[in-house]
């Protein structure tokens, strides 16, 4: 259930809630920190069936290039402070302000091995000074 306002904090008896944005408006400026946890306004509140850290937030998927593993509509929760490590589902902002979630393949000191979630999209190799932050994603509604 998609809700406005309020907080990620669970009032008692209510379900624990996150910030919601849609992968389309990601990539503009002024909706994340340096860090990659949600700033400013625009978001809405979706509800999730466990609690949560501060500073985690969902993304909703739009369109179809995550398929099969996303489907339009998909919310995808994003955990910034949960460490990244090889074969996890994460989501990558670029400096230009490109957002795309991926599988990380390989992680060294100069760049990142991202393989798309959809067989039809080629792996991308990002050089890590390229990269604003890495999240990772901790759960998805499907």
Same mark, same amino acid.
């Given at each position: ?87 996890? *589902?994460? +989501?990558?902002? $670029?400096?230009?302000?490109? @957002?795309?979630?991926? /599988?990380?393949?390989? !992680? ?15 792996? *991308?190799? +990002?050089?890590? $000074?390229?990269?604003?932050? @890495?999240?990772?994603? /901790?759960?998805?509604? !499907?």
């Amino acid at each position: 259930m998609l809700i406005r306002g309020g907080s990620n904090r669970p009032s008692r008896g209510a379900e624990p809630s996150v910030p919601l944005l849609g992968f389309a408006q990601a990539g503009a400026g002024g909706f994340f920190d340096d860090a990659g946890f949600p700033v400013g306004q625009g978001w809405d509140l979706v509800e999730i069936p466990s609690a949560t850290r501060e500073g985690t937030y969902a993304l909703e998927v739009q369109g179809d290039s995550m398929l099969p593993l996303y489907r339009n509509g998909d919310r995808l929760v994003v955990d910034p402070q949960e460490t990244v490590r090889r074969g996890d *589902r994460v +989501v990558v902002k $670029t400096r230009g302000g490109e @957002v795309m979630a991926k /599988v990380l393949s390989r !992680q060294t000191q100069k760049q990142l091995e991202l393989v798309s979630l959809n067989p039809e999209h080629p792996t *991308r190799t +990002v050089a890590v $000074t390229e990269v604003e932050w @890495v999240a990772r994603i /901790v759960w998805a509604s !499907q």
